[in-house]
């Protein structure tokens, strides 16, 4: 997936809760230096857009990630998001 963005094949989207998910283990294990690695590198990512989280954004997520699970073996969801964890790749 990564891959695809950063050769410009993909654009993602994300919220901010997964910068808040991928710096949880970093904090409690002291580990200052990975948590900016982290936080520096989520804010210079190509073609990511950072969403910032409202009612409305978490409830359509809420929606895509119940309709990925139900359809495990499906590659698109019906509004043309492929759900990837908590990013979402544009097709």
């Known amino acids: ?10 654009s993602a989207v994300t919220s901010t809760v997964t910068l808040l998910e ?12 990975l948590a900016q ?3 520096a590198l989520a804010g210079t990512y190509p073609q990511i857009e950072w969403a910032p989280v ?4 978490a409830d359509r997520a809420a929606e895509l990630r ?12 019906r509004h043309g998001y ?4 908590d990013v979402f790749l544009r097709e």
């Open 1 to 10: 997936m990564f891959d695809l963005i950063e050769r410009g094949h993909n």
């Open 22 to 33: 991928l710096l949880v283990q970093p904090y409690p294990d002291q580990k200052e230096e």
């Open 37 to 39: 690695k982290i936080f």
């Open 54 to 57: 409202t009612l409305n954004l």
């Open 66 to 77: 119940a309709l990925s699970s139900q359809h495990a073996g499906c590659h698109s969801g």
């Open 82 to 85: 492929q759900p990837q964890g």
